[in-house]
């Protein structure tokens, strides 16, 4: 599961965060935002210079994660050394289960395993979100690879609940929120119903 949204703008940024920060001027999470906003928008823009990429590789998650957060986080597409995480798979099983979920995408895409490319996408998302690779950024991480994944299978563009298709924060919509969360934890007990009708609800209203 994954911490998907900002908490108030005004709210000090730890120090154990600001000790991973590459700027030293960010105090707060609305300067955060910002900064990680202009951050990803210019990962938008390298994206599309790039129309043919094969993303369904570590190696490009990983290219994707950095140029995410590149200029914002020192661990910006680096894979989580931590063991015995609260969120996501130890640090040892975090790529082999990325790979994993790469030979079983590419199967599901195949053989159209799933009744509609929806359910695909929503196990796919909730893969990469109960992975957990990242130390952070992983929410907006995952949420952009199953937009590429979306776009890679002729399926339409994901809102993600309101907010804009392709806007660089790639939130969750406030309304939506919560029923997102709840998605995410059935998923991960393998029940991806509600998260795939959300998906289905996301890309077509």
Do not use: K
Not at 7 to 34: C, K, M, V, W, Y
Not at 53 to 59: E, T
């Amino acid at each position: 599961m994954v911490n998907i949204g900002s908490s108030d703008g005004q709210t000090p940024l730890t120090p154990d965060e600001r000790a991973q920060l590459i700027p030293s001027h960010i105090f707060n999470r609305r300067e955060l935002d910002e900064l990680e906003a202009e951050n990803i928008g210019e990962a938008m823009a390298w994206l599309a210079r790039r129309p043919r990429r094969n993303l369904l590789s570590v190696g490009f998650m990983r290219e994707l994660h950095r140029r995410m957060y590149v200029d914002v986080w020192r661990w910006a597409g680096n894979l989580s050394l931590e063991y015995g995480r609260s969120l996501g798979v130890d640090a040892n099983q975090i790529e082999p289960q990325l790979r994993n979920l790469i030979d079983d995408t590419n199967y599901w895409i195949e053989n159209d395993s799933f009744n509609d490319a929806h359910e695909l996408l929503a196990n796919f998302h909730n893969r990469l979100t109960w992975v957990h690779p990242f130390p952070n950024g992983n929410g907006r991480w995952a949420r952009q690879m199953t937009d590429l994944l979306a776009r890679r299978i002729d399926s339409p563009a994901i809102n993600w609940g309101g907010v804009t298709h392709g806007s660089a924060l790639h939130q969750v919509g406030e309304v939506d929120r919560d029923v997102y969360i709840e998605a995410l934890r059935a998923a991960d007990n393998h029940d991806p119903r509600a998260l795939t009708d959300l998906i289905h609800t996301w890309s077509t209203r």
